[in-house]
């Protein structure tokens, strides 16, 4: 199971952090991503990271913006964004997979996601 936590209303240039925390026990093949969708729009891959060596991998409309760690102990990743834009209004979600792939249909498990809001 993953569980987001940490969405909300924030204003444009501001910062949010977003949780996902899993449990269950997720090992060295893993890769947990970060995926955005926002209304009238597909889901967007926004990064990953590497649960055996922390690699991360971002897309270019957040690259330098966001980033992304994990919390070894917790079992938790987060989606430190920074420099937020109205256009990141979305709803966040972080996924389990095997590789860092945009395609959705690669990762097995989902959290519900949470809402981040950007105002102008």
């Known amino acids: 199971q993953l569980v987001e936590s940490g969405g909300g209303l924030v204003q444009a240039g501001g910062s949010l952090r977003l949780s996902c925390a899993a449990s269950?026990?997720?090992?060295?093949?893993?890769?947990i991503s970060w995926f955005r969708h926002a209304p009238g729009k597909e889901r967007e891959f926004v990064g990953a990271?590497?649960?055996?060596?922390?690699?991360?991998y971002y897309s270019d409309s957040v690259k330098g913006r966001f980033y992304i760690s994990r919390d070894n102990a917790g079992q938790t990743v987060s989606l430190q964004m920074n420099s937020v834009k109205p256009e990141d209004t979305a709803v966040y979600s972080c996924?389990?997979?095997?590789?860092?792939?945009?395609?959705?249909?690669?990762?097995?498990?989902w959290g519900q996601g949470t809402q981040v809001t950007v105002s102008s």
């Open positions: 996924a389990v997979g095997t590789s860092p792939t945009y395609s959705v249909t690669e990762y097995f498990r």
């Open positions: 269950g026990r997720l090992f060295s093949s893993h890769v």
């Open positions: 990271i590497r649960w055996s060596n922390s690699r991360t």
